[in-house]
């Protein structure tokens, strides 16, 4: 009688445990989200006699150069979301839409890559200062981008240098209203760089 006492006390501790075990492995595991940023469709006739513009370098400041989404939390507190970021480098997710904006700007003959067989005359420098989920006011979250461009002829002429920013309000604390909040700002940032490139030009 104490041996079976005895069994059943160090069976129901395994027991508990087991049951314990069980329960967190059938709890849905965190998953991963990758994000593009929306790419409009370009739909605009090219500028006859335009110039063929490059878009010849993209950087993004190394504090936001991360695929992983930055969260700015405080003054000087920040932090990166370990399961949500851009699908590829924020430096080349960020160039696949801008070009796109600038082939529908209406200004140029064609927009194209380093290395394409079409020769450039104008080149495009984008340097990116700020791209974060600013969540300092919980309650008012907003999606924070900053971009500075140079845009000069291929023999160095500086055509347009200056400075963009927006802060988008988003409903929620969330990777995805971020990046929806991305590409309201991008979209804002880009129609006001066209209304630049057309009078400058």
Do not use: W
Not at 60 to 74: E, T
Not at 145 to 172: C, E
């Amino acid at each position: 009688m104490k041996t079976t006492f005895a069994r059943s006390r160090l069976f129901l501790p395994a027991l508990v445990a087991a049951l314990f075990l069980a329960g967190c492995l059938s709890r849905p595991a965190l998953v991963h989200q990758t994000f593009a940023l929306q790419t409009p469709a370009v739909t605009n006739t090219p500028a006859s006699g335009g110039s063929v513009l490059v878009l010849r370098s993209l950087e993004v400041s190394p504090l936001f150069a991360s695929q992983a989404l930055v969260y700015r939390l405080g003054p000087n507190a920040y932090d990166t979301d370990p399961y949500a970021g851009f699908l590829t480098p924020p430096g080349r997710a960020l160039a696949i839409p801008i070009r796109a904006y600038l082939a529908n700007s209406g200004v140029f003959a064609s927009v194209v890559e380093p290395g394409s067989l079409l020769t450039a005359d104008q080149e495009l420098q984008v340097y990116v200062a700020e791209l974060y989920g600013d969540f300092r006011q919980p309650t008012q979250p907003a999606a924070v981008l900053s971009l500075r461009l140079v845009l000069a002829t291929s023999d160095g002429k500086v055509i347009l240098q200056k400075n963009y920013s927006r802060s988008v309000s988003v409903p929620a604390n969330t990777a995805a209203a971020v990046m929806a909040g991305y590409d309201q700002a991008l979209a804002g940032i880009m129609a006001d760089v066209a209304a630049d490139l057309a009078t400058a030009k």
